[in-house]
């Protein structure tokens, strides 16, 4: 049933994307494509008309249903026939209305993914966010280089005439452009000196005051391009994770024509997805970066350094397990247990592989007092035990790969739990 839906869907939005013609926007990476897919949205919409995918759906079946425009959540077979008839309606009804562009995000789990996507939805912008030393789902890849070829393929699709956004700051990504063609436009951002769309001066201000809640938190730096500078500063973003997204959002919107002034004013409405280092108040005065959606190493360490940041709050982690990591689980639970028992104040690790975090930062000489360990079955005990715990101003960050469900021990420290469904991920969840 599934592979005959696959085949429907794919070919109605093959025929929808050869009468309407938009441009393309794809992303890919290991790490932060939602949150690059959304500030392209948000930017590009002050010019264009535009549509971007539907929540995370990302994969032989969520991407046809983003071009057709489907709304997200788990679908009954009546509801997915809706699609498919909303699409055959779209195709031979024209609808005048239809976006310019696309944004789509382009998920790997397995060799030959992104193939089978680009078969459906050709690129004329691609973008590769990060990769990473030791990248989400290499388990399911028999090497690293296999997963980075995969990702290549995103690139390999282009037409002559195609742009590529990469970030420089990933050696991976950055030599990807060696592969390819002499008639591809290449733009490259990130804080590195070499990047063509370059950040600067990054910092987090408001943080002056750790008990008043009403404080508006944001994140500022300067965006470089072409010899001009101009400045960015977003309430309620925290972390270098979301500056690469806006990098990545400015370098397609320079693409496209848009200049350097109609970027800084038009980002400044991004808001960032549910659960990616997502700022929330917390009780007993506490504030909380909810960055429960996924995790991964690169990710992981990332926003460790974002609540590095906080010097004068107390710093508290809640790790969960990091999964598909395959040989280099390990490896990579021990480093974020470094990372983490050099930062924080207080450490909370979750699953059967945060074991590993835990026992890393017993070893480095963290207080065993102020360390605590739950399997992967207590969740929801690891968030009713934390609540015990908190002080107020406290700067909590959560984090962990989605079937951890870590937006769970979210729900029991906010403040405002009756906008769980608003402000957090995966509440259209049965047992959410």
């Given at each position: 049933?599934?592979?005959?839906l696959?085949?429907?869907?794919?070919?109605i939005?093959?025929?929808?994307?050869?009468?309407?013609?938009?441009?393309?926007?794809?992303?890919?990476?290991?790490?932060?494509?939602?949150?690059?897919?959304?500030?392209?949205?948000?930017?590009?919409?002050?010019?264009?008309?535009?549509?971007?995918?539907?929540?995370?759906?990302?994969?032989?079946?969520?991407?046809?249903?983003?071009?057709?425009?489907?709304?997200?959540?788990k679908?009954?077979?009546?509801?997915?026939l809706?699609v498919i008839?909303?699409g055959?309606?779209?195709?031979f009804?024209k609808?005048?209305?239809?976006?310019?562009?696309?944004?789509l995000?382009?998920?790997?789990d397995k060799?030959?993914?992104?193939?089978?996507?680009?078969?459906?939805?050709?690129?004329n912008?691609?973008?590769?966010?990060a990769?990473?030393?030791m990248?989400a789902?290499?388990?399911?890849?028999p090497?690293?280089?296999?997963?980075i070829?995969?990702?290549?393929?995103?690139?390999?699709?282009?037409?002559?005439?195609?742009?590529?956004v990469?970030?420089?700051?990933?050696?991976?990504?950055?030599?990807?452009?060696y592969?390819l063609?002499?008639?591809?436009?290449?733009?490259?951002?990130?804080?590195?000196?070499?990047?063509?769309?370059?950040g600067?001066?990054?910092?987090?201000g408001?943080?002056?005051d750790?008990n008043?809640?009403?404080?508006?938190?944001?994140?500022s730096?300067?965006?470089?391009?072409?010899?001009?500078?101009?400045?960015?500063?977003?309430?309620?973003?925290?972390?270098?994770?979301?500056?690469?997204?806006?990098?990545?959002a400015?370098?397609?919107?320079i693409?496209?024509?848009?200049?350097?002034?109609?970027?800084?004013?038009?980002?400044?409405?991004y808001i960032?997805?549910p659960?990616?280092?997502k700022?929330?108040k917390?009780i007993?005065?506490?504030?909380?970066?909810?960055?429960s959606?996924?995790?991964?190493?690169?990710?992981?360490?990332?926003?460790?350094?974002?609540?590095?940041?906080f010097?004068?709050?107390?710093?508290?982690?809640?790790?969960?397990?990091?999964?598909?990591?395959?040989?280099?689980t390990?490896k990579?639970h021990?480093?974020?247990?470094?990372?983490?028992?050099e930062?924080c104040?207080f450490?909370?690790?979750?699953?059967?592989?945060?074991?590993f975090?835990?026992?890393?930062?017993l070893?480095?000489?963290?207080?065993?007092?102020?360390?605590f360990?739950f399997d992967?079955?207590q969740?929801?005990?690891?968030g009713?035990?934390?609540?015990?715990?908190i002080?107020?101003?406290?700067?909590?960050?959560?984090?962990?790969?989605?079937?951890?469900?870590?937006?769970?021990?979210?729900?029991?420290?906010?403040?405002?739990?009756?906008?769980a469904?608003?402000?957090?991920v995966?509440?259209?969840?049965?047992d959410?």
């Amino acid at each position: 049933m599934k592979l005959f839906l696959q085949f429907i869907l794919k070919y109605i939005s093959k025929f929808i994307l050869w009468r309407y013609a938009p441009v393309i926007i794809a992303i890919t990476g290991s790490v932060g494509k939602t949150s690059a897919r959304d500030a392209v949205f948000t930017l590009i919409l002050k010019r264009f008309m535009v549509r971007k995918s539907v929540k995370n759906y990302n994969n032989e079946i969520g991407v046809p249903m983003s071009v057709i425009g489907s709304g997200g959540g788990k679908l009954t077979i009546f509801e997915y026939l809706n699609v498919i008839f909303s699409g055959i309606f779209l195709f031979f009804w024209k609808n005048n209305n239809f976006p310019r562009f696309l944004v789509l995000e382009m998920g790997v789990d397995k060799q030959g993914d992104i193939k089978n996507l680009t078969d459906i939805v050709r690129p004329n912008i691609s973008v590769v966010t990060a990769i990473g030393e030791m990248p989400a789902h290499i388990e399911f890849f028999p090497e690293r280089d296999a997963l980075i070829e995969e990702k290549m393929q995103l690139l390999m699709a282009l037409p002559e005439n195609g742009v590529a956004v990469l970030n420089y700051d990933d050696l991976s990504v950055r030599d990807m452009r060696y592969s390819l063609s002499e008639n591809i436009s290449i733009l490259t951002y990130g804080f590195g000196s070499g990047a063509v769309v370059k950040g600067d001066n990054y910092a987090i201000g408001g943080i002056e005051d750790k008990n008043n809640l009403d404080t508006n938190l944001y994140m500022s730096f300067k965006i470089a391009y072409n010899g001009s500078t101009v400045p960015v500063r977003i309430c309620g973003l925290l972390g270098y994770s979301q500056a690469y997204a806006v990098l990545a959002a400015a370098s397609i919107a320079i693409a496209l024509g848009m200049n350097l002034l109609e970027i800084t004013e038009g980002i400044g409405d991004y808001i960032s997805p549910p659960g990616r280092t997502k700022l929330l108040k917390g009780i007993k005065k506490s504030w909380i970066i909810d960055d429960s959606y996924n995790s991964s190493p690169l990710a992981a360490i990332s926003a460790i350094e974002t609540l590095a940041i906080f010097k004068d709050y107390r710093k508290i982690a809640i790790l969960g397990d990091m999964l598909e990591l395959g040989e280099y689980t390990e490896k990579a639970h021990c480093n974020l247990g470094v990372k983490a028992a050099e930062v924080c104040d207080f450490i909370i690790a979750v699953g059967l592989r945060a074991k590993f975090i835990y026992d890393e930062a017993l070893s480095r000489g963290f207080n065993k007092e102020n360390i605590f360990y739950f399997d992967q079955h207590q969740v929801e005990e690891a968030g009713k035990f934390l609540q015990k715990k908190i002080n107020s101003g406290d700067m909590i960050l959560i984090k962990g790969s989605q079937e951890m469900r870590m937006e769970k021990i979210v729900k029991e420290i906010m403040a405002e739990p009756e906008k769980a469904k608003e402000l957090l991920v995966r509440q259209d969840y049965k047992d959410a």
